[in-house]
């Protein structure tokens, strides 16, 4: 079965659909995604704290973002995320050890925030190996489950009376910060040419009415 989405001829062809300025848009914006750090959000219960982290995952060029919805199934609120759902690929989740299997098997560091480990502080992480950022609920923090797994411990520092920040808050401190850190590192950052093509292909059929018209155009046109 023909793969659209590695073909690089069905991307020039729908790309005639829209605007060179998207075009140009989608390659300046791919040019800074990474899928070396990704980010975890586990029970959020107040469904804008979740959409607010995809809107600073979108913002800073985090690709992916993973969401555990043991306890609270939810829909993307879009008037928070303002778009950006279109543009971040979202994995679900029906509990968290699924979620912590998957993205050790894809290669991550398991790191939990916390305010009460000591391990790291976020200007000191290493940002070399390649991460998964949990964030946990607002009143609880993280589950224990994903406590024991943690291959490491992350926490802003803070030299005030409250011990804690808002997860959305939380999350863009430590997104902003790391995804800085990466780009003024020697690490190959960025997505994989595979990666950069599948994606654009996505975002270029998300940007046309008639997509799935217009696909089987090109598919007829190639194979007669």
Known sequence: MHNLFSDPEYLSYIEEFITENRKNNFDRVLQNRTKHITIAVEDVFQLHNTS????SCEVFGIQDLHVVEAKFGKDIDKEIALGA??????????NINSCVTKLKQ??????????????AVLDQFDVTKPAAIFFGTERDGLSQDVLKQADAFLKIPMVGFTESLNISVSAAIIIQHLTNSLRQSPVNWKLSPDQFLEKKIDWTRKSIKDIDFITQKYLQKINK
Request: aromatic share 10%; glycine share 4%.
């Open 106 to 119: 894809q290669g991550y560091q398991i790191v939990a925030t916390t305010p009460h480990e000591q391990d």
């Open 52 to 55: 607010a982290v995809m809107r």
């Open 85 to 94: 759902e279109k543009w971040v690929d979202i994995h679900r989740y029906n």
